[in-house]
């Protein structure tokens, strides 16, 4: 009898074909077989086996099944599939493997995320913490705000006609107008710039703490996962209420500082420095430039305005200011020197907006003016409003109006045609706006704020839906506000509650972006309120005593100003290097 070992081969070489013969006929059998029969034929083996040998295949099998499709991809496809995922997801990729973790940490996917939510690295040094200031006496004085049309109110007490009715200069005279309403005296053109005009640069002096020791990022490159991150950590302490709240000035202090109340402000960041600053104006005439970094008075100007400053505006270089005095300031920063007065409205011009092309004006006198920038000429006069004009705000191609005849009014801002009227937008007149299209904020002196989507009607109020006493407009079977026409977004009963924590009084100032609305009321507060769903995320008590006229904030902090001569910084930074943050 011949066997394999007589033919030359070694004991490992007939092993081998022993496995390849046995191989194939397995395999040869599994073809003949089906899916479910496999798994059939499976199941029953595994049952036949002890429980050892069972968690020993068990063992073997687990790696069959933990497969890395995406790791198996090139890079650029591995990181075209993480591009299409939020971040959220994307943190939780990066605790997978450590090949996951690198992919994901690509500066292209969280530049990309940083560029949706318009969030930009700077090279510039982070803010200081300001030492808190004493507290302060209020001053009961009111301007910047016009009449309202009149309407029936059977809510109103005397009490609240005569206390709407004492406001000098512009103060909201609630559903009140005055039918033979003129100006005392008419102006038109332009005058020759008073010599009296005074801006002077103020000695630098320390008030404040200096500032924590951070690393500097002014030579790093971007590092747009870490500037995300950031992000979301000043998101969650706002959302969280967690803050450090200072004061710029309180009344007499410092003592170049407003010496009345101060109804107005707005940050501002010289694009070639990047040094930030916050414009405030007052009634004492003045308006004061702050530096934010250091806490110090830069500049004031004086002697221009002949009655309150009742609105300012900063942009590309230039301010631009409205007073009692009926006057329209328009000054250059760089030069520093003013460029012209503008004396065309009948009464108090209540708010000045500007951009690179236009200006836009409103006033008590009820109408809403349009100049060319830089040339400063007149082009339209706008009249369709049967109130004082409280609010204006201009966006592009676009100018939202807002008046004591509780109307919104949308324009085209090139030709001063009147586009669409939202009427009855509140229960009483509004007082201010904000617009960021297709958004359009507004406050109102029915206590309450609405958010509007101009190209959906869609949005929501923080007017109770069960409280008749604010005069809350009802909702048709089709969701339709009765008022003025528009689609409501009904709240989740979990944020009924929220809701209900409206302001008080009449809200004075409001102001939005991407991710949240902060105002600023008569009842002393400001709030900060969540921009998808109107849920009050934040009520910042206790910062001021007395009425709050403005507000403004960035990605870092809320500032207020109010008649208590208050300027307060509701820091949310304070521990984090936000260096890098562009503001």
């Known amino acids: 009898m011949i066997t394999l070992d007589d033919e030359?081969?070694?004991?490992?070489?007939?092993?081998?074909?022993?496995?390849?013969?046995?191989?194939?006929?397995?395999?040869?059998?599994?073809?003949?077989?089906?899916?479910?029969?496999?798994?059939?034929?499976?199941?029953?083996?595994?049952?036949?086996?002890?429980?050892?040998?069972?968690?020993?295949?068990?063992?073997?099998?687990?790696?069959?099944?933990?497969?890395?499709?995406?790791?198996?991809?090139?890079d650029e496809v591995a990181l075209q599939v993480y591009s299409y995922l939020p971040w959220q997801s994307l943190v939780a990729c990066s605790l997978v493997s450590r090949r996951w973790n690198f992919l994901v940490s690509d500066q292209l996917l969280w530049r990309r995320l940083c560029a949706e939510k318009k969030w930009e690295w700077r090279n510039k040094p982070r803010l200081p913490s300001f030492d808190l200031q004493p507290h302060m006496e209020v001053d009961?004085?009111?301007?910047?705000?016009?009449?309202?049309?009149e309407a029936d109110d059977d809510d109103d007490t005397i009490e609240d006609l005569l206390h709407d009715n004492m406001y000098d200069d512009s103060g909201f005279m609630s559903m009140f107008t005055d039918s033979s309403y003129a100006s005392s005296s008419s102006h038109s053109g332009h005058v020759s710039l008073p010599p009296s005009v005074h801006s002077r640069q103020l000695r630098n002096r320390m008030r404040h703490?200096?500032?924590?020791?951070?690393p500097s990022s002014r030579n790093l490159e971007p590092d747009y996962k870490l500037l995300f991150q950031t992000h979301i950590r000043l998101q969650a302490r706002i959302r969280n209420g967690t803050y450090n709240l200072t004061y710029l000035q309180t009344r007499g202090s410092p003592q170049d500082g407003h010496t009345s109340t101060i109804y107005c402000l707005q940050m501002y960041t010289y694009p070639d420095t990047g040094q930030q600053v916050l414009f405030t104006g007052s009634k004492d005439k003045s308006i004061r430039e702050w530096d934010l970094a250091t806490g110090k008075m830069i500049r004031v100007f004086e002697g221009i305005h002949q009655g309150s400053v009742l609105s300012i505006c900063v942009h590309n270089g230039w301010l631009a200011s409205g007073g009692s005095d009926r006057r329209v300031i328009v000054w250059n920063l760089a030069e520093d020197e003013l460029?012209?007065?503008?004396?065309?409205?009948?009464?108090?011009?209540?708010?000045?907006?500007?951009?690179d092309h236009r200006i836009v004006t409103c006033s008590k006198d009820r109408t809403m003016r349009i100049y060319s920038m830089p040339?400063?000429?007149?082009?339209?006069?706008?009249?369709?409003?049967?109130?004082?004009?409280?609010?204006?705000?201009?966006?592009?191609?676009?100018?939202?109006?807002?008046?004591?005849d509780r109307s919104m009014r949308l324009w085209?801002?090139?030709?001063?045609?009147?586009?669409?009227?939202?009427?009855?937008?509140?229960?009483?007149?509004?007082?201010?706006?904000?617009?960021?299209?297709?958004?359009?904020?507004?406050?109102?002196?029915?206590?309450?704020?609405?958010?509007?989507?101009?190209?959906?009607?869609?949005?929501?109020?923080?007017?109770?839906?069960?409280?008749?006493?604010?005069?809350?407009?009802?909702?048709t079977a089709g969701g339709m506000c009765e008022a003025c026409g528009s689609a409501v977004v009904s709240s989740p009963p979990q944020q009924s509650a929220l809701r209900r924590r409206a302001h008080q009084e009449l809200v004075r100032s409001v102001c939005l972006n991407s991710e949240f609305v902060v105002s600023g009321s008569y009842d002393f507060t400001v709030k900060v309120w969540d921009r998808p769903t109107g849920a009050l995320v934040a009520d910042l008590t206790g910062g001021h005593t007395g009425r709050v006229f403005c507000v403004g904030f960035d990605h870092t902090k809320i500032i207020s100003c109010g008649e208590d001569q208050r300027i307060c910084i509701w820091d949310f930074s304070r521990g984090i290097d936000t260096s890098f943050v562009a503001l």
């Open 8 to 74: 030359g081969f070694t004991d490992n070489d007939v092993e081998a074909m022993r496995r390849a013969t046995r191989s194939s006929r397995q395999d040869l059998l599994l073809g003949m077989m089906s899916v479910r029969e496999r798994e059939d034929l499976v199941y029953e083996l595994l049952k036949s086996l002890p429980r050892s040998s069972v968690a020993t295949v068990q063992r073997n099998i687990v790696p069959l099944l933990q497969l890395d499709v995406v790791g198996l991809l090139p």
């Open 140 to 149: 009961s004085d009111d301007e910047g705000m016009g009449d309202e049309e």
């Open 209 to 214: 703490s200096a500032p924590s020791t951070l």
């Open 339 to 355: 460029v012209k007065v503008l004396t065309d409205h009948e009464d108090s011009v209540l708010c000045v907006r500007f951009d």
């Open 375 to 404: 040339n400063l000429k007149l082009r339209h006069v706008l009249q369709e409003h049967r109130a004082a004009v409280n609010a204006v705000s201009i966006s592009g191609d676009y100018i939202v109006s807002a008046s004591g």
């Open 412 to 475: 085209d801002a090139n030709n001063g045609k009147l586009l669409h009227t939202f009427v009855d937008h509140h229960g009483r007149g509004i007082a201010s706006i904000d617009f960021k299209p297709p958004y359009v904020l507004s406050g109102s002196s029915d206590k309450h704020l609405r958010l509007l989507d101009i190209t959906t009607s869609q949005g929501w109020c923080t007017s109770p839906d069960a409280d008749p006493s604010h005069r809350t407009p009802t909702l």
